[in-house]
Structure formats: C-alpha cells, structure tokens
C-alpha cells in the first residue's frame, strides 16, 4: 500500500534584497511537504537560511521553529540599523 504524498502551499512574502532562489522581491508560493516543517525548515529549503530577518505568520511574530500550517503567509522583514 503506498501512502499519498501531501503537499501545503504556504506564500513568502521577503522585504529583504531577493529570494536567492529568483533574486526577486515579489511573493513567491512555495508548496511542500504537509509534514512537521518550521519557518527554519522552510528557509534552509530555499537558501535563505542565513538571512538575518525578522519572521512574521499571518502578521504575528514568531521564531524559527515556528511549525508552518496550509495557507500560512510568511513575511522575512530585514532588521534594522540606525543611530
């Protein structure tokens, strides 16, 4: 018997210089396995691992290990500097 491989659809949305995946800024859909992946999970699977940013689903802050859900709206919003 084989078991059915399920997939979510979660929308990044990167404020940052590009998704080192396309090198744009717009939102991008990303589908993925429907099992116990986290914001981390999700960074490592498309190079953005090492961004230093702030994570928001669904306009809540969370941290990396932040389990993702079907649907969810992922926003990389870039920490800022000043003086």
């Known amino acids: 018997m084989t078991i059915p491989f399920t997939t979510m659809k979660i929308i990044i949305k990167s404020y ?13 859909e ?3 396995p429907s099992s116990k992946m986290t914001v981390s ?3 490592a699977s498309i190079g ?3 961004e230093q940013a702030l994570y928001f689903i669904n306009q809540k802050r969370v941290k ?5 859900t079907d649907g969810d709206i ?3 919003v870039p920490l800022l500097e000043g003086g």
């Open 48 to 50: 953005a691992e090492n």
């Open 64 to 68: 990396g290990d932040h389990p993702l």
């Open 16 to 28: 940052l210089n590009g998704f080192p995946e396309t090198g744009e800024r717009q939102a991008i």
């Open 41 to 43: 999970d999700l960074l």
């Open 74 to 76: 992922l926003e990389l």
């Open 30 to 32: 990303k589908e993925i």
